[in-house]
Antibody, heavy 118, light 113 residues
């Protein structure tokens, strides 16, 4: 069974940093792209970033470029999102998703809540 | 960026009746080299992550009941739920994976009338 478990969320002040992690199991992690998607409270889904299986291709939404860094450790079946210079508008549940070669995200974690507030 | 627009924003349908949700993309998501539409549908219930229902516009994900179907091509797509069940109450999102940035529709809230 595919499992994705996010961690690292919490309350942080504007301008602060957080590092999210996503542990994958039940599949060969190194064979898949991985994606972060977020959802602000009561709002819709917003794609944040995606990384190719070997890390050779990375894409970000415009509003997080230069502030967020997606990375992965295939040996540990783990995905990361380093978030710096956090803003109030980054407040959301952050989901990691397994993404196939065609960019279909077919399995999602339960999410981790990031709250940016003073 | 490809903008995805769903209609309606909310929908109330009686149990056993048909629900139809539309999705329009600002540009075609049909890739001519393989004739595939890079369009998916997700279902999200309260407090849960999104669940993949349909991909390639009309391919049902494994385990998804056959009352869910997707149709359309190019820029106009439809998710149809025949014979609505109580457990289908959720928010439904269309999603294009044709190009980065990947984008989602704003969501359609489906309720029981």
């Amino acid at each position: 069974e595919v499992q994705l478990v996010e961690s690292g969320g919490g309350l942080v002040q504007p301008g602060g940093s957080l590092r999210l992690s996503c542990a994958g199991s039940g599949f060969i992690f190194s064979r898949y792209w991985m994606t972060w998607v977020r959802q602000a409270p009561g709002k819709g889904l917003e794609w944040v970033a995606s990384i190719k299986k070997d890390g050779s291709e990375i894409y970000y939404m415009d509003s997080v470029k230069g502030r967020f860094t997606i990375s992965r450790d295939n040996a540990k079946s783990s995905l990361f999102l380093q978030m710096n210079s956090l803003r109030v508008e980054d407040t959301a549940v952050y989901y990691c998703a397994r993404t196939d070669i065609d960019k279909i995200s077919d399995n999602w974690g339960q999410g981790t809540l990031v709250t940016v507030s003073s | 960026d490809i903008v995805m627009t769903q209609s309606p924003d909310s929908l109330a349908v009686s149990l056993g009746e048909r629900a139809t949700i539309n999705c329009k993309s600002s540009q075609s998501v049909l890739y001519s080299s393989n004739n595939k539409n890079y369009l998916a549908w997700y279902q999200q219930k309260p407090g849960q992550p999104p669940k993949l229902l349909i991909y390639w516009a009309s391919t049902r994900e494994s385990g998804v009941p056959d009352r869910f179907s997707g149709s359309g091509s190019g820029t106009d797509f439809t998710l149809t739920i025949t014979s609505l069940q109580a457990e289908d109450v959720a928010v439904y999102y269309c999603h294009q994976y044709y190009s980065f940035p990947i984008t989602f529709g704003q969501g359609t809230r489906l309720e029981i009338k």
